[in-house]
């Protein structure tokens, strides 16, 4: 693994990527519980639910993408 500055921003950009992600997941279920419950889950009813699963999965694409821009594409990490 590289330690130089674009190693460790490489992979700090694709760990932040992956929280995105599993928030995104997290949002998405909770999204689904609310629906078919018909009760707002943790005070946010289905459609806000759906609206921060959204966001926060567009918001991770860039981050997991392979060379986006970053740093990536130097470090052997996201090859």
Do not use: R
């Not at 190693?7 to 599993?22: I, K, S, Y």
């Not at 999204?31 to 699963?53: C, E, F, I, M, R």
Request: glycine fraction near 16%.
């Amino acid at each position: 693994m590289s330690h130089d500055k674009h190693g460790w921003n490489c992979a700090c950009w694709h760990w932040v990527g992956g929280l995105f992600w599993l928030a995104a997941l997290v949002a998405l279920v909770c999204a689904w519980v609310s629906t078919s419950k018909g009760v707002p889950v943790w005070g946010l009813d289905q459609n806000q639910w759906y609206g921060n699963a959204l966001i926060l999965g567009v918001l991770a694409i860039p981050l997991k993408l392979k060379g986006h821009g970053m740093g990536c594409g130097t470090c052997g990490e996201c090859k």
